[in-house]
């Protein structure tokens, strides 16, 4: 080798961001975005005292501590990373996190579409802000070029828009009921901004969408609970809500599709996923599907696990149940719940499935 040649090389090196190395061809990053579903402890770091899910019986089935989830045990994006090889995607205000190669997790409890209805939480705007913040660092670590394509090549997941509308029917208890001029109009805009969310990502080279839709959110042991006398298995408003969403999300969908060269998405029918288990419960393994296995209220109904002060009820077996608290799921629902989204039949996640989503080549 000249020496000269041997000089290019060294400035080339010492130019280059530090790690230049290319990434493998089939390296698939997850970018996670949505509520309490899905946080894995962005809450906990947030700084609003009482907030996150820290304290026992959170986590102990799995992590024999808490660990920030709202469940006894794993949620939906830690059994996703599990399948895709990748170690569980830390939450993005982790502190000293800087490696963002294998993607990272911006949902927050209690995170609305919307930027009005919940002051305190990290919506979903902030989580995009965030997310945006995040690509500014990882081009000066990686290169426009290699960040470029690692945004392009990622999964984008969403579990988002269930506390716009139970925050809707929240705020209207015991008043008239809403007009459905007023209803569409919520709807337009919770679709609207999700729309424009997407957007955003887009610009930034996203591709590939995976969106877990609204859940039962009547069926709820905490939305039942709201109401005084029995509302039998759920209760109807939010349900349908629910369903008009969920219907909006499809369509909107289906239309950046056909305006976003590229642009491919799957979307994870929870909704229906989950009230089966709440009608079913033993086809799937479960004795309690309507009353939670921790907290205290009707149906234990009341957010109220795990907080000090309060004297909660826990369950002896969270697996029995697939509620674990008044609003999230045990481990062994998320499990369930998780295989679907990867890889359910087309009457469940549709119109590609989160696996072949996963597969797929970009260019
Ligand atoms: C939370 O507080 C810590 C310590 O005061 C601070 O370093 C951190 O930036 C804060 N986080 C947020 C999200 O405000
Ligand atoms: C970031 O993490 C990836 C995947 O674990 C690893 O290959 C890479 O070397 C890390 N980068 C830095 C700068 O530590
Ligand atoms: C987004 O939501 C705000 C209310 O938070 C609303 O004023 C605005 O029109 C919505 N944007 C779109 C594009 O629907």
Same mark, same amino acid.
């Given at each position: 080798m000249s020496s000269a040649f041997a000089i290019f090389m060294l400035t080339f090196l010492s130019l280059s961001p530090s790690s230049s190395v290319a990434l493998p061809d089939n390296h698939v990053a997850f970018f996670i975005f949505g509520d309490s579903l899905y946080d894995v402890g962005m809450t906990l770091y947030n700084n609003v005292s009482g907030a996150g899910a820290d304290s026992w019986p959170y986590g102990e089935t799995y992590f024999k501590r808490p660990a920030g989830r709202y469940s006894d045990g794993r949620l939906i994006p830690d059994f996703i990373a599990e399948y895709a090889q990748l170690p569980f995607l830390p939450p993005y205000l982790q502190p000293g996190l800087s490696n963002y190669t294998n993607g990272v997790n911006f949902a927050s409890a209690g995170? #609305? @579409? /919307? @930027?009005?209805?919940?002051?305190?939480t990290i919506n979903l705007k902030m989580q995009v802000d965030y997310f945006l913040q995040m690509v500014e660092k990882l081009k000066k670590q990686l290169g426009d070029a290699e960040a470029g394509s690692l945004l392009s090549k990622a999964v984008y997941m969403f579990s988002i828009g269930g506390n716009d509308y139970v925050s809707l029917v929240e705020a209207n208890l015991n008043k008239p009921a809403l007009s459905a001029s007023y209803k569409s109009r919520y709807m337009g805009m919770v679709l609207g901004n999700l729309t424009a969310h997407f957007r955003t990502i887009y610009g930034q080279g996203g591709r590939k969408f995976a969106i877990q839709n609204v859940g039962p959110i009547g069926c709820m042991p905490a939305t039942k609970a709201l109401y005084s006398g029995n509302v039998g298995n759920c209760v109807k408003e939010p349900q349908l809500l629910a369903k008009m969403h969920n219907a909006g999300v499809q369509e909107i969908l289906k239309k950046l599709q056909s305006q976003l060269s590229g642009f491919e998405y799957s979307i994870f029918d929870y909704y229906a996923s989950c009230a089966n288990r709440i009608i079913y419960n033993n086809r799937y393994g479960f004795k309690e599907s309507k009353i939670a296995c921790c907290g205290t209220g009707p149906y234990d109904? $009341? $957010?109220? #696990? %795990?907080?000090? %002060?309060t004297d909660f009820k826990v369950c002896g077996d969270p697996s029995d149940y697939l509620w674990f608290d008044a609003g999230h799921h045990s481990e062994k629902a998320n499990r369930q719940l998780a295989q679907l989204f990867w890889e359910g039949p087309s009457s469940i @996640?549709?119109? /590609?499935?989160l696996k072949d989503l996963y597969h797929k080549h970009m260019p």
């Open positions: 995170a #609305c @579409v /919307l @930027v009005e209805t919940r002051p305190q109904g $009341f $957010f109220t #696990c %795990g907080k000090k %002060g @996640v549709a119109p /590609l499935s």
